[in-house]
């Protein structure tokens, strides 16, 4: 580990190791790196007339920020935020109650290999999509409005929490699952009683995490029309009312905080 | 927590909890389903179900448009599946600027002040934290106009919450007895910071960068939605001109990118613990 360079006076001295140890990696990275930065960096084409013209307009916006207008526009701001609120809880509950028999599938100690693959297959594919991509086909299938965000929000539950919570499952107390097989129990009785102890701690702060994850997606659903606060921000921009903005983005960094430390307090009630 | 009743023919039966206890989490289940039934009740007032009962047909009607993807609309996408990565890698590589000193500034046993100084860098993660990475872009582009430049700096902002918590954490849990024995020796701040606490936090700090760079591969993929540059752009102009083949194209190629960052995200996470 240690390299040890010995200098014409015979002192040997102690230098750092190098973080990657092989040294055709580490030269290779920093050339392949220096490679890529070149090509990536010439490939933008920014027009710096329009960015300096855009300072100013930054400045203002910082500026709505310390005086923030929460009055003009009120009822659409409140309409949008319970709108907001009201998709994330229900996706949140509808996503859990989805993903906990999905996770049951995709534990490898649990389920047979088709129903793991299937299950495996649903995960991975609710995971690659964007949100706001299953919003754009869920507008166009069901219509605008908060059903679509509802749908959306639930099925990327299923992703984050079924893969997490599969993978609790998987790391479980053998010991206990068996003693409670040899008590002669049946499959729901081994499930309820071996299996869901060991992982409802986990589940719970899960859940928790996802519930302030799909109150942050929420705000951006209404940009492609599925519900929530995200029309109302995407006017205000449009508009160049920074001040209506910056009351919504204020309200929303109130209100994941407010989630955020309530996790907090409830996880740690948990454990 | 065990409680042995016994009922009418004195045998005890086991039973988890006490009656009081078993009632207070009925009731506390009667709230929790009263409340989602509400919720439910508002969001059915807000759609026309009668759009929904026609859901299946409209499914099936966009997926017979959409297949078969129009390969021949590859040649288009090379460039702007190039624009998302770039957005995606030097947004991460800027983030990481800002994100190390923030996190410095705010883990418990580095912080020059826990008083003044840890409150500003905690706000400051909390905010680039809470607002998501399509609202950065909303308001770069209102400020500095559409294109890629405006996508990296998003993807920037959002990052720099989330790389500096995660590091922060990691700060905080450092072993102390290193550090001790770096400041023994008579060492400097600095010299601390770079032999007694880098060394410790460099495993985390590269899983969480890449990690964080696979999460902004597929959070660039939709900044063009609002003109912040990448693909984005092209599904947004697909969508508009209803040309689904176009469209199913874009998302398989999308769905390609992002198995593959996820698959060297988790290669590189591998190799690093």
Not at chain 1, 6 to 28: D, F, M, N, Q
Not at chain 1, 161 to 174: P, Q
Not at chain 2, 60 to 80: E, F, H, N, Q
Request: proline share 4%.
């Amino acid at each position: 580990m240690m390299s040890e360079a010995i200098t014409t006076s015979g002192v040997r001295t102690w230098r750092k190791p190098p973080a990657i140890e092989r040294p055709w990696l580490r030269y290779g990275l920093l050339i392949f790196t220096l490679i890529y930065l070149y090509f990536a960096v010439g490939s933008y084409d920014v027009n710096w007339a329009r960015v300096a013209e855009g300072v100013e307009r930054g400045w203002k916006f910082i500026k709505a920020f310390a005086n923030p207008d929460f009055v003009s526009r009120r009822s659409d701001l409140i309409e949008g935020m319970t709108e907001s609120i009201i998709m994330t809880v229900t996706s949140t509950v509808v996503g859990i109650m989805i993903s906990i028999p999905i996770a049951l599938g995709a534990a490898s100690n649990l389920a047979p290999l088709p129903i793991y693959l299937f299950c495996r297959t649903i995960i991975a594919i609710s995971r690659a999509l964007h949100e706001i991509i299953v919003a754009i086909l869920m507008v166009a299938i069901f219509g605008f409005g908060p059903l679509a965000g509802f749908i959306t929000l639930s099925f990327a539950t299923i992703g984050f929490l079924a893969k997490l919570l599969a993978e609790d499952i998987e790391a479980m107390d053998k010991g206990q699952a068996e003693a409670v097989k040899a008590t002669g129990a049946s499959w729901l009785q081994w499930i309820n009683y071996a299996v869901q102890p060991q992982v409802m701690p986990r589940l719970i702060g899960l859940s928790m995490y996802r519930l302030d994850i799909n109150f942050r997606e929420s705000a951006v659903l209404g940009l492609v029309g599925a519900g929530g606060i995200g029309a109302t921000l995407n006017t205000a921009f449009d508009r160049y009312e920074f001040d209506t903005a910056a009351a919504i983005i204020i309200t929303i960094i109130v209100i994941v905080m407010i989630l955020e430390y309530s996790s907090s307090i409830i996880r740690r009630w948990v454990q | 927590m065990m409680n042995t009743d016994t009922n009418t023919s004195l045998k005890p039966v086991w039973q988890r909890r006490t009656t009081g206890k078993q009632l207070l989490i009925w009731f506390a289940w009667l709230v929790f389903v009263a409340i989602f039934v509400a919720c439910w009740m508002f969001i059915s007032n807000r759609t026309e179900w009668y759009f929904v009962y026609d859901a299946p047909r409209i499914a099936a009607d966009i997926w017979g448009r959409a297949t078969p993807p129009r390969w021949s609309y590859l040649d288009k996408i090379w460039k702007p599946l190039w624009d998302t990565l770039n957005v995606a890698t030097i947004g991460t590589a800027l983030s990481l600027v800002f994100a190390v000193p923030v996190a410095f500034l705010a883990a418990r046993n580095t912080t020059p002040s826990a008083t003044l100084i840890r409150p500003i860098a905690l706000l400051f993660i909390v905010t680039s934290r809470s607002i998501n990475s399509l609202i950065w872009a909303l308001l770069l582009v209102a400020i500095i106009g559409p294109g890629i430049l405006a996508g990296t700096i998003a993807i920037a902002l959002r990052s720099i919450g989330f790389v500096a918590k995660l590091l922060y954490e990691a700060i905080e849990e450092i072993n102390v007895d290193q550090v001790e024995a770096i400041t023994a020796t008579g060492a400097s701040r600095w010299q601390i910071m770079s032999y007694g606490i880098v060394p410790q936090i460099m495993p985390a700090f590269a899983g969480i960068t890449v990690f964080r760079w696979d999460i902004n591969i597929r959070e660039s993929t939709v900044l063009g939605l609002v003109g912040a540059g990448g693909i984005g752009l092209q599904l947004q102009g697909s969508l508009n001109t209803l040309a689904w083949p176009q469209v199913s194209l874009i998302l398989l190629v999308i769905f390609v990118a992002v198995i593959i960052s996820e698959w060297i995200s988790a290669v590189v996470r591998r190799a690093i613990i």
